[in-house]
T-cell receptor, first 112, second 113 residues
Framework: AQSVSQHNHHVILSEAASLELGCNYS??????LFWYVQYPGQHLQLLLK??????LVKGIKGFEAEFIKSKFSFNLRKPSVQWSDTAEYFC??????????FGTGTRLQVFP | EAQVTQNPRYLITVTGKKLTVTCSQN?????MSWYRQDPGLGLRQIYY???????DKGDVPEGYKVSRKEKRNFPLILESPSPNQTSLYFC????????????FGPGTRLTVT
């Protein structure tokens, strides 16, 4: 079945550590890609998105993601995390339909 | 302020008692959608609407109904709620389909006993 996979379910880091969260999808053809973040007790917010062009996209709060078409991946990165990055992160794929398919999410905990 | 509002934010109800969760956006967005969020399953799309009077099923539509009579409102209706519909529900809207950022509401936590 077509899907979006986030293999890291729970990541624990210390402040200043580097972060990479994996996202793989199984849809062929052209896709739009998103990363959303949900801070504790809050609603989802868009971190960044990729539609076309430069496969390295920069988002808010120092996050970036790289689209690797051959690997069907869209991994999220941040060189140095902060305690305030503690949140749940969702990868989402729009396979050029009217639907948006989310991954199961990765819970990130950052300790001071 | 541009926003998506949902009401109620919290609801505890009993099996079989019809309920409606309202969703309203003030951004004149064409596209609106409902999701449910469950632990370990992420967000799953229930229904979406491309415009007034145009709705379609998402991945988990069973047990839900929606309507889009006005552009700003997109209520979610549970005709006969069951315990497996206990979940956190989010409404979202975007300007015109999924090529644009979706704005999410604050969520409605529903418990069906």
């Amino acid at each position: 079945a077509q899907s979006v996979s986030q293999h890291n379910h729970h990541v624990i880091l210390s402040e200043a550590a580097s972060l990479e969260l994996g996202c793989n999808y199984s849809y062929g053809g052209t896709v739009n890609l998103f990363w959303y973040v949900q801070y504790p007790g809050q609603h989802l917010q868009l971190l960044l998105k990729y539609f076309s062009g430069d496969p390295l996209v920069k988002g808010i709060k120092g996050f970036e993601a790289e689209f690797i078409k051959s690997k069907f991946s869209f991994n999220l990165r941040k060189p140095s995390v902060q305690w305030s990055d503690t949140a749940e992160y969702f990868c989402a794929v729009n396979p050029y339909t009217d639907k948006l398919i989310f991954g199961t999410g990765t819970r990130l905990q950052v300790f001071p | 302020e541009a926003q998506v509002t949902q009401n109620p934010r919290y609801l505890i109800t009993v099996t079989g008692k019809k309920l409606t969760v309202t969703c309203s956006q003030n951004m004149n967005h064409e596209y609106m959608s409902w999701y449910r969020q469950d632990p370990g399953l992420g967000l799953r799309q229930i229904y979406y609407s491309m415009n007034v009077e145009v709705t379609d099923k998402g991945d988990v539509p069973e047990g839900y109904k929606v309507s889009r009579k006005e552009k700003r409102n997109f209520p979610l209706i549970l005709e006969s709620p069951s315990p497996n519909q206990t979940s956190l529900y989010f409404c979202a809207s975007s300007r015109d389909g999924l090529s644009y950022e979706q704005y999410f509401g604050p969520g409605t936590r529903l418990t069906v006993t």
